[in-house]
C-alpha cells in the first residue's frame, strides 16, 4: 500500500532532550516536506527536501534540523526541544518538485514538550 | 514574504445548502493552487486543485474558481452533506518549490 509513515505518532518529552520524528515513504517520491500545524496558523512548513542530499529551509527552520541521506526517508530531529515547539506535526511527499503534485501526508505526530 | 488569507474561519450551513471558501495570495508569481480537506484527527487530504492558466474547475459538488488578476480564489461545496464536514486549508505555490497556506475554515454541516 502506497503511503507515508511517521514514528512516533505521540511524544511527550522534556525540554532540552533530543528528540527525531522519523517519516518515510514508499512511493519513490522526490519531494518531502515537514509542516508544524497550530491552531489558528494552519500548516506552516518548516524544511523541505527536493531529492537526496538537497534541503532547504521552510517558513519556520528555527530550533528543527532535517536530513535525506536516502530517497524514502526524511527524519525531523529536534536536538534541543523547547515548549513552543509543542506541536501538531506532519510529514508530507509527493512525485516531483511539489508544484502541480498532489501532496500525501502522514498521519501525524502530536508532541508536547513540558 | 508571501502569505495567503482564507476566509471565514468557521463556517456553518444547513445541509443541503451551499457553502463558499474563500483565499487571497500575495506573489503574482503563484501558479498552482490547492484545496486540503482535514477530517477530525486525521490527514489532510488534497480534494481540488487548480493551475493559473484556468479559470474554474469543478468535480462533482465542489468547484474551484480562480481571479487572477484580484489575487483570489475560492471553494464552493454545493448541496453539503454531514461528511463534508472538516476543516478546509488553500494554499498557493511560490516561486521556490513551497506552498503558503490559509489559516484553514472550520465547516459545520447543521442537520
Known amino acids: 500500500e502506497a503511503q507515508v509513515t511517521q514514528n512516533p505518532r505521540y511524544l511527550i518529552t522534556v525540554t532540552g532532550k533530543k528528540l527525531t520524528v522519523t517519516c518515510s515513504q514508499n512511493m519513490n517520491h522526490e519531494y518531502m516536506s515537514w509542516y508544524r500545524q497550530d491552531p489558528g496558523l494552519g500548516l506552516r512548513q518548516i524544511y523541505y527536501s527536493m531529492n537526496v542530499e538537497v534541503t532547504d529551509k521552510g517558513d519556520v527552520p528555527e530550533g528543527y534540523k532535517v536530513s535525506r541521506k536516502e530517497k524514502r526517508n526524511f527524519p525531523l530531529i529536534l536536538e534541543s526541544p523547547s515548549p513552543n515547539q509543542t506541536s501538531l506535526y506532519f510529514c508530507a511527499s509527493s512525485l516531483s518538485t511539489g508544484l502541480g503534485e498532489t501532496q500525501y501526508f502522514g498521519p501525524g505526530t502530536r508532541l508536547l514538550v513540558l | 514574504g508571501e502569505n495567503v488569507e482564507q476566509h471565514p474561519s468557521t463556517l456553518s450551513v444547513q445541509e443541503g445548502d451551499s457553502a463558499v471558501i474563500k483565499c487571497t495570495y500575495s506573489?503574482?508569481?503563484?501558479?498552482?493552487f490547492p484545496w486540503y480537506k482535514q477530517e477530525l484527527g486525521k490527514r489532510p487530504q488534497l480534494i481540488i486543485d487548480i493551475r493559473s492558466n484556468v479559470g474554474e474547475k469543478k468535480d462533482q459538488r465542489i468547484a474551484v474558481t480562480l481571479n487572477k488578476t484580484a489575487k483570489h480564489f475560492s471553494l464552493h461545496i454545493t448541496e453539503t452533506q454531514p461528511e463534508d464536514s472538516a476543516v478546509y486549508f488553500c494554499?498557493?505555490?511560490?516561486?521556490?518549490?513551497?506552498?503558503?497556506w490559509g489559516a484553514g475554515t472550520k465547516l459545520i454541516i447543521k442537520p
Open positions: 506573489d503574482s508569481a503563484s501558479n498552482y
Open positions: 494554499a498557493a505555490s511560490t516561486s521556490n518549490y513551497q506552498l503558503i
